[in-house]
C-alpha cells in the first residue's frame, strides 16, 4: 500500500438488499439484488474485500495486516435479506460481510419503530395524509403529553437529507427524535395499523433474521456486531440507559456465540456522544461505525467513530469507471 493511502479503509453501508421490483413493497428504501451484484462486482474489479478481525488487528497492532485498497462490507438491522439474498453472493465469492442486527427485533419479534416508519412510508403515495394525520393525532394528544402546534414543527424540524424528500424527511425527523417517545410511540403504532398490518410479530418474523439464521452466517465466516438493543438514538439517551443498551445488546452477542473481545458497535442512525464514547471504552469496543460520509482514516480517526459510505456512493455497475470516492482510495 502506498504511504499515501496506507490507513485508508473504505466501509461501505448497506441496508435492504432485495428484488423490489418483486416484492410486496417496491416503493421501500433499498438497494435492488441486481444492483448489489453488479455494485459487487465493481468493489472486487478495484477493492480488496477484508475482514473486520484484520481491521481490528491493524488498527490495535499498527502492522500492515490489511490488502492494498481495502474496503469493508457492513450490513446493518439485521434484515432477512441479508440472509437470503446477501450471504450465499458473499459465501460464493469467499468474502466476508459484517451484521449488525438489534437485538429487540430478532429476540422479541417485535418491528423497529425506524421499520415501521419504511414500511408506512412505502404504503402511502401522498406523504402529505401522513403529515395531516401526525397532526390530527398530536391534537388528541396535547392534553396528556407536552407537545406543540403544526407551525411550532414546521418552524423547528430541518428537512435537509441527501436521499428523502422534504415531506419524507420531516415525517422521519417527527417520529424518529423530535416527538416525545410515548407520543411517537402511540402514532406510529397507530400508522402502522392503519396501513400496514395488524399482526406485528408475523410482519416481524418475516423482515427479520432469525437467532438461527445469523449464528449461521457465523459459522460460515461473516462477522456479527452491535447495533443496540432497542435501536434508539443512542445521544439521546441518558448513561444509565445507554449502558443498558450496551449491556443487553452484548448479552444478545455471547448468546450468538460472538466472541467478545472483539466487538464491534454500529451506531442505530450513526448517533453517538461522548458519554457513549466513553461507556463503549470502558466496555472494550473495539471499532465504532457512524455514518459520517467519508472514507475512514485509520490513522486520524478515533477507532470509535470510523467514517462510512453508503451503498449510494459507489456504482452499481461493475464496469463502470471509477468514481470519486473509489479514486480518493485506491492506489494508482
Not at 500492515?64 to 438491522?77: A, C, E, K, W
Not at 480517526?301 to 468514481?323: F, G, H, I, Y
Request: glycine content about 4%; hydrophobic content about 40%; aromatic content about 10%.
Amino acid at each position: 500500500m502506498s504511504m499515501k493511502n496506507r490507513w485508508r479503509l473504505t466501509i461501505v453501508m448497506y441496508h435492504f438488499v432485495r428484488a423490489l421490483e418483486q416484492s410486496r413493497y417496491p416503493e421501500i428504501k433499498g438497494l435492488r439484488l441486481h444492483d448489489f451484484k453488479e455494485q459487487l462486482g465493481y468493489i472486487k474489479k478495484h477493492y480488496n474485500v477484508v475482514r473486520m478481525e484484520d481491521v481490528i488487528a491493524t488498527i490495535y497492532s499498527s502492522e500492515d495486516i490489511l490488502q492494498s485498497n481495502p474496503l469493508l462490507l457492513t450490513f446493518d438491522d439485521g434484515y432477512i435479506d441479508h440472509f437470503a439474498n446477501v450471504f450465499p453472493i458473499l459465501d460464493e465469492a469467499g468474502i466476508q460481510g459484517s451484521f449488525f442486527p438489534p437485538a429487540k427485533a430478532i429476540l422479541e419479534n417485535q418491528v423497529l419503530d425506524v421499520n415501521k416508519i419504511h414500511f408506512i412510508l412505502a404504503s402511502v403515495k401522498d406523504k402529505s395524509g401522513i403529515i395531516d394525520f401526525l397532526f390530527s393525532m398530536l391534537d388528541e394528544l396535547k392534553d396528556e403529553y407536552p407537545v406543540h402546534n403544526r407551525e411550532y414543527y414546521i418552524a423547528k424540524v430541518p428537512i435537509v437529507s441527501r436521499y428523502d424528500s422534504n415531506e419524507v424527511t420531516f415525517i422521519k425527523a417527527m417520529l424518529q427524535r423530535e416527538l416525545p417517545e410515548g407520543v411517537r410511540k402511540i402514532i406510529i403504532d397507530r400508522l402502522f395499523t392503519r396501513y400496514v398490518t395488524e399482526d406485528e410479530k408475523s410482519f416481524s418474523r418475516e423482515l427479520y433474521m432469525s437467532i438461527d439464521q445469523i449464528k449461521c452466517m457465523s459459522r460460515n465466516g461473516m462477522y456479527i456486531g452491535s447495533h443496540g438493543y432497542d435501536h434508539y438514538w443512542l445521544n439521546t439517551l441518558t448513561r444509565e440507559k445507554q449502558e443498558r443498551e450496551i449491556d443487553l445488546s452484548l448479552e444478545f452477542l455471547d448468546q450468538l456465540c460472538c466472541k467478545l473481545d472483539k466487538w464491534v458497535m454500529c451506531y442505530p442512525y450513526g448517533a453517538y456522544n461522548d458519554s457513549l464514547l466513553s461507556l463503549l471504552k470502558n466496555k472494550g469496543c473495539k471499532l465504532g461505525l457512524s455514518v459520517n460520509v467519508g472514507i475512514a482514516d485509520l490513522d486520524i480517526e478515533d477507532p470509535l467513530t470510523l467514517s462510512r459510505l453508503d451503498t449510494n456512493d459507489l456504482p452499481k455497475q461493475r464496469n463502470a469507471m471509477p468514481n470519486e470516492w473509489t479514486l480518493q482510495a485506491i492506489d494508482r
